[in-house]
């Protein structure tokens, strides 16, 4: 079930985060116990260095297709997403609150009260559609997602990413008329591109 899936997940990032680390990296706590509070604490203090963060959000991403119902853990990894987004926030680590804002998009866990009712599979009749919060619906406070500088840096990041990714034919003085064209076209659609998914996100967070 969700609980044994949300244990599983908190173990397997807890191994993945400590090997990638040297050993020295708490788990991702499984519940909201004083013990998980304590385990929070530690990650929080892995989230001060930008290394930490990159792991921690590469160990999230690699869960996030068999593991992504979070089931009673959820509380426990809104707290630690929203940890990470401080330090993202005091550190202008945009690259790393991308992927967290991502991944806010990516787990949840299954509203009480809409679950599946156990004697039926879904393609059954009177089986009800499962409603899912994700987590991203309890960060959208959060005070960097009001911060137009982050989505203005977070915009250019992605421009100058993709820029990376066209292929230089040769100097732009030597190319032909239409090459120059066929570039700038390129270079308009990059920009566009980045600047709707990051309006799409805005607006979902």
């Not at 089986?127 to 989505?151: C, N, Q, T, Y």
């Not at 977070?154 to 239409?178: D, N």
Request: proline fraction near 5%; charge should be neutral; charged fraction near 20%.
């Amino acid at each position: 079930g969700a609980a044994a899936a949300a244990a599983a997940s908190a173990s397997v990032v807890g191994g993945e985060y400590r090997r990638s680390n040297g050993g020295g990296v708490p788990p991702v706590p499984s519940g909201g116990s004083e013990a998980a509070g304590v385990e929070v604490a530690g990650l929080e203090a892995c989230m001060d260095t930008a290394q930490g963060r990159r792991t921690l959000v590469q160990v999230l991403n690699s869960r996030r297709g068999s593991m992504a119902n979070v089931g009673g853990m959820y509380d426990t990894m809104v707290g630690i997403f929203a940890k990470l987004l401080d330090r993202c926030q005091a550190q202008n680590d945009v690259h790393a609150a991308k992927l967290a804002m991502i991944l806010s998009q990516t787990f949840y866990r299954q509203m009480a009260g809409h679950g599946l009712e156990p004697e039926r599979r879904p393609s059954e009749p009177g089986a009800r559609s499962p409603v899912r919060e994700f987590i991203k619906e309890s960060l959208s406070a959060h005070p960097l997602f009001h911060d137009m500088g982050f989505w203005e840096q977070a915009v250019w990041q992605g421009i100058i990413k993709e820029f990376g990714t066209i292929p230089s034919e040769a100097p732009w003085h030597q190319l032909s008329s239409s090459s120059r064209g066929e570039a700038v076209r390129r270079v308009h659609n990059i920009a566009f591109a980045q600047v709707y998914s990051f309006s799409h996100s805005m607006k979902e967070m």
